[in-house]
């Protein structure tokens, strides 16, 4: 029914649970709708009329696309490529097109510096220590964003992906939520915690302290 699909209404007046199978339905898309909402709502606030509804949707999109890849990294220790490679293409074609003020050589340049740098970080810690530290997909993770920053914001964004991780590391660790990446051994050693989210939210707090 079209009913049951209008964002957090339906959720609260099926009371959690599906209309037919009566099979629980996760909060977390109750929390994702009100997310998306306030920040939607907030952005139109904010940012009308000095930026164009071009630049307000390719804010949203950019919001949209981390806060996916945040969720997806935390649940199942993955970032699609995907939506990476979304992630990717858009800042660059935002840059080229003017819709952000990233000049297109900083965002081209600056994606590939930061894939190349994070890339050694990668490889050489786990040559050094024989297990892996920094995943692939963070490293391309961290290079997508880059092209909706620009090169110069590198520094930032990776002391500000760093600090964000210890603080989800402390938390996890007092939750007793760092995971496996053998899921299916019970018996193999929580160590990991998934940096894709700690990545996503430096990334948020930089882009719009510079836009807004």
Known sequence: MKRDNIPVLSWLWLKGKCRHCESAISAQYLISEILCAVFFTGMAIIALPQFTEIQICSFFLYFCLLYSLSVIDFQHLILPDSLVSL??????????????????????????????????????????????????????????????????????????????????????????????????????????????????????????????
């Open 87 to 212: 992630l990717l293409w858009s800042g660059l074609l935002c840059s080229v097109s003017g819709i952000t003020d990233i000049e297109p050589r900083s965002a081209i340049f600056g994606a590939v510096a930061a894939w190349l740098l994070l890339y050694v970080v990668m490889a050489a810690y786990k040559k050094l220590r024989g297990r892996e530290g920094l995943g692939y997909g963070d490293v391309k993770l961290l290079a997508a964003i880059t092209a909706w920053l620009g090169m110069e914001k590198i520094p930032e964004l990776i002391i500000g992906s760093a600090a964000s991780g210890m603080m989800m590391y402390l938390l996890c660790t007092l939750l007793n939520q760092r995971r496996s990446l053998d899921e299916d051994n019970p018996t193999a050693e929580k160590h990991y915690i998934p940096f894709g989210p700690s990545i996503c939210m430096a990334g948020l707090v930089i882009f719009f302290i510079e836009q807004l």
